[in-house]
């Protein structure tokens, strides 16, 4: 199964600040999807095919990468943001998820 | 709206079994595949199980951690999807999680879900 490596585990950011999370596969998939979960709620899906805002994201998000390597950047983060974020891939079965990155307001 | 509401979680002793079942509505349930992705406390998350639409013949697939002692089944005439457990381990305690696809993400709606707890 492919391996999903998510850095960092943890992140503290200041509002305003640029925030990047990293998703590494351990073999190449052709998209990366991205869920954010808060604390005690579902996850949400949040970016889709790779670079795709989910519905209701806001645009200060964005995702890239192919291959092995891929990204979730939030522009400018807000108090909002604060979160559990997953890659997840599914170009191979069985769908496999990241570890999760935690993100905290600093 | 599309809702999926999860029941029938609770505390169970290792080899019991449990069946979680997950009433959906908002969307044609029939036409949609519907997974279980589950989550141990304070971890991440993990598919458990897939089950396709009748066109598919209802296949079924599973991680290697629950294949061969869970089932996931689905009654499309009540809009149901459930999975049953069996020789339940203490790793199997999670938050159970029905989700389905809608266009977008594989997971793109997800019920509340229910927590099945393996303790002696």
């Known amino acids: 199964e492919i391996v999903l490596t998510q850095s960092p585990t943890t992140i503290a950011a200041s509002p305003g600040e640029k925030v990047t999370i990293t998703c590494r596969a351990s073999?190449?998939?052709?998209?990366m999807y991205w869920y954010q979960q808060k604390p005690g709620a579902s996850p949400k899906p949040w970016i889709y095919?790779?670079?795709k805002l989910a519905s209701g994201v806001p645009n200060r998000f964005s995702g890239s990468g192919s291959g092995t390597s891929y990204s979730l950047t939030i522009n400018t983060m807000e108090t909002e943001d604060a979160a559990t974020y997953y890659c997840?891939?599914?170009?191979?079965?069985?769908?496999?998820f990241g570890s999760g990155t935690k993100l905290e307001i600093k | 709206a599309v809702q999926l509401v999860e029941s029938g979680g609770g505390l169970v002793q290792p080899k019991e079994s449990l069946k979680i079942s997950c009433a959906a509505s908002?969307?044609?349930?029939?036409?949609?595949?519907m997974y279980w992705v589950r989550q141990a406390p304070g971890k991440g998350l993990e598919w458990v199980a897939r089950?396709?639409?009748?066109?598919?013949?209802?296949?079924?697939y599973y991680a290697d951690s629950v294949k061969g002692r869970f089932t996931i089944s689905r009654d499309d005439s009540k809009s149901m999807v459930y999975l049953q457990m069996d020789n339940l381990k203490t790793e199997d305690t999670a938050m159970y999680y029905c989700t389905a696809a809608g266009g977008e993400t594989p997971f793109d709606y997800w019920g509340q879900g229910v927590m099945v707890t393996v303790s002696s």
């Open positions: 073999s190449s998939v052709s998209y």
């Open positions: 908002g969307f044609t349930f029939s036409n949609a595949a």
């Open positions: 089950i396709r639409t009748k066109p598919n013949n209802y296949a079924t």
């Open positions: 997840q891939q599914w170009s191979s079965t069985p769908p496999t």
């Open positions: 095919d790779t670079s």
